[in-house]
């Protein structure tokens, strides 16, 4: 067991998708590198994964960030 271990205290009412246990969690139970949130609700944290997928098509249809015939580098 660490000695120095830093525990991160959460505020009640948050919620946590933990990304290594697959698992809801209120408060930052595991290391910010390992969970999404925090969220307002329950439910929010529940759907942290499907909102990330939707998330990413979003931004990989995004024509912002596929401007590259704008610079005449077309593939």
Known sequence: ???FKKRTVGKPGEWYY???????????DCP???RFGP???RAEAEHAM???RER???W???PKWHDSA????EE
């Open 18 to 28: 933990c990304l290594e246990h697959k698992k809801v969690e209120e408060g930052p």
């Open 50 to 52: 499907e909102t990330a």
């Open 1 to 3: 067991m660490a000695l």
């Open 70 to 73: 704008s610079r005449g580098d």
């Open 56 to 58: 990413n098509l979003e």
């Open 39 to 41: 969220y307002a609700t």
């Open 32 to 34: 910010g590198k390992d």
């Open 60 to 62: 990989e249809n995004d």
